[in-house]
T-cell receptor
Framework: SQTIHQWPATLVQPVGSPLSLECTVE??????LYWYRQAAGRGLQLLFY??????ISSEVPQNLSASRPQDRQFILSSKKLLLSDSGFYLC????????????FGEGSRLTVL | GQSLEQPSEVTAVEGAIVQINCTYQ??????LSWYQQHDGGAPTFLSY????GLEETGRFSSFLSRSDSYGYLLLQELQMKDSASYFC??????????FGTGTRLTVIP
């Protein structure tokens, strides 16, 4: 079974500062990977997905970018954070053989001040 | 695009049965999934329906009607630990899942 490590778990950043959130996956190879954002008390918004190394697709125009430098590594970045970037960021992978099933990491809670 | 609607809040008594509905509009449909999320935690997968009908997994069941673009999650024998947010999600056929806004279930004694 797969395991997802996300870090940092919590961070507080000033407006205009850069951001890097990392996600690594164990227990599976060549996974489909996803970044979701969840605003307080809201649903999950799909930000990026990747089907392989260097392959990134974006669902919404935004202040963020994603990269996949290795098969099981997915990074979310920003050059200059906005207040609206605050939220709970979740990395997920598609479970092999599990139709419609995503496995989520424990998330990174970002507060932009 | 995709649009999913769920009730924002539901309250039910311990031991009772509760149904959480989900209606969706999607340009491509590839199954309806349900996830549970406790406060501060990550969502966890509960069930998946690709075809019409009822899928049962222990105390939880999920139903899908593709002609009505409608599904529901049924929770039986409610326990206090079932208090959480529940999300429906649709797949678009490209392995992407789009989530509803979630239903916060509160189970009371």
């Amino acid at each position: 079974s797969q395991t997802i490590h996300q870090w940092p778990a919590t961070l507080v950043q000033p407006v205009g500062s850069p951001l890097s959130l990392e996600c690594t996956v164990e227990g599976t190879s060549n996974p489909n990977l996803y970044w979701y954002r969840q605003a307080a008390g809201r649903g999950l918004q799909l930000l990026f997905y990747s089907v392989g190394i260097g392959q990134i697709s974006s669902e919404v125009p935004q202040n963020l970018s994603a990269s996949r430098p290795q098969d099981r590594q997915f990074i979310l970045s920003s050059k200059k954070l906005l207040l609206s970037d605050s939220g709970f960021y979740l990395c997920a992978c598609l479970v092999a053989g599990g139709a419609g099933e995503l496995f989520f990491g424990e998330g990174s809670r970002l507060t932009v001040l | 695009g995709q649009s999913l609607e769920q009730p924002s809040e539901v309250t039910a008594v311990e031991g009772a049965i509760v149904q959480i509905n989900c209606t969706y509009q999607t340009s491509g449909f590839y199954g309806l999934s349900w996830y549970q999320q406790h406060d501060g935690g990550a969502p966890t997968f509960l069930s998946y329906n690709a075809l019409d009908g009822l899928e049962e997994t222990g105390r939880f069941s999920s139903f899908l009607s593709r002609s009505d673009s409608y599904g529901y999650l049924l929770l039986q024998e409610l326990q206090m630990k079932d208090s959480a947010s529940y999300f429906c999600a649709v797949g678009d056929g490209a392995n992407n899942l789009f989530f509803g806004t979630g239903t916060r279930l509160t189970v009371i004694p």
